[in-house]
């Protein structure tokens, strides 16, 4: 992502006029949008003209048009950012007040303006204006005949292709056919690596499966390379990791990234991080209870005694339309931070971020135990 322009007063109102590059930049711009902020854009509007013979001429203009923003649709695979609203700039070719839907679409500028540019919401822009975060993962989860391309952000994790290729059974006294199925598979999957990786920005490529597919396919990628001179990958060999796995499904990438040598390469990365933190969490909970929280209530009250030592917040909360209860949040992150705690903001389009959700999207690590949180609870309720 590009800052264009910033112009923000000193009572947080303004605007910023980005330019988004990656397709991870839309998603960035889709946790910075919210109902009641204005957009400018250019977009296409499809224009009728009556003649004054009563026939009716259709056609497609390009135009720039200013919207206030009631609805935001998202499609994290595609990249398709679509934003409907009422129109309030003044336009020959559109009226005021009429809805309008615009498609924000990657190497085209659009300028946001909010009545209140939060600390979450400049530290988003920060984030995707940096260069330096961007995607450095692939991941080739595979078993036979079954293989997932994934690319993981640092906030979204991406299949950028499924493989699926038939492979014959071996039969009594003949593999030829389950070993021409197998190399077929294999080379499939090494185009499908040479299509969807770009080795200057990806530090890692991981290969996972069950058994010995990811050695064999590890096997018969470097014999092509050098049969055919791929520069590509002969260069980037070192970057190739090898792990076991249940299964080539994508699901089956949460536990690769969990593996304690995976987190060792990527430990500079805003997932591991949040990985490690969640365990960790987890961890807590079970061997010491007192200090590990979760859900609004339990974590604010741990917030107000100074005890929080790590946030745990999941990016869905910041993106509610209800603006009391993203301040709240907010203010949660700047207090917290007052105190010396850490804060993590989870990607809701990784493992860890699900997992988040699922324990209401706001959890808490303390830094000393705090027994009497559940019993004032409890005492509450007699």
Known sequence: MRLVRR???????????????HLEDMWHVYNLISPGDELKASTIRRIQNES??????????????SITVEKIDFDPQGGLLRIRGKVIGENKYVKMG??????????????????EWDIIALERVEEACDI????????????????????????????????EHP????????????????????????????LHVNFEIVKVVICASPGFVKDQLYKYIFEE?????????????????????????????????????IQGQL???????EVIALEKFYKMLNEDSDRAFYGWDHVKKAEERGAI??????????????????????????????????????????FSGEQLNQLTGVAAILNFPLPDIELDEEEAKV
């Open 225 to 261: 390379a050098v049969k055919n001179d791929i520069k590509q990958l002969l260069e980037n060999k070192s970057k190739f990791i090898l792990i076991h796995c249940s299964s080539g499904h994508k699901h089956a990438l949460q536990e690769v990234l969990q593996d304690a040598n």
């Open 98 to 115: 009429t809805y309008h839907t615009i498609d924000l679409e990657l190497n085209r500028n659009f300028t946001l303006t909010k009545q």
């Open 52 to 65: 004054t013979t009563g026939s009716v001429d259709s056609r497609r203009i390009k135009l720039t048009l």
């Open 309 to 350: 030592g790590t946030l745990l917040l999941s990016d869905e909360l910041f993106r509610s339309a209800d603006i009391p209860t993203r301040r709240k949040y907010v203010q949660l992150v700047e207090s917290v931070r007052s105190t010396g705690g850490k804060v993590l903001i989870f990607s809701s389009l990784h």
């Open 167 to 194: 492979i014959p059974k071996k039969r009594k006294g003949s593999v030829t056919n389950y070993e021409k199925g197998l190399q077929k598979f294999y080379e499939q999957v090494m185009q499908a690596i040479l």
């Open 267 to 273: 430990s500079d990365t805003k997932y591991a991080r």
């Open 132 to 163: 330096t975060r961007q995607a450095d993962v692939a991941a080739i989860v595979l078993q036979e005949g079954l293989a997932n391309i994934c690319l993981v952000t640092q906030n979204m994790t991406i299949v950028r292709q499924r493989i």
């Open 7 to 21: 112009n923000i007063e000193r009572d947080r109102s303004g605007s910023i006029t980005l330019y988004p590059e």
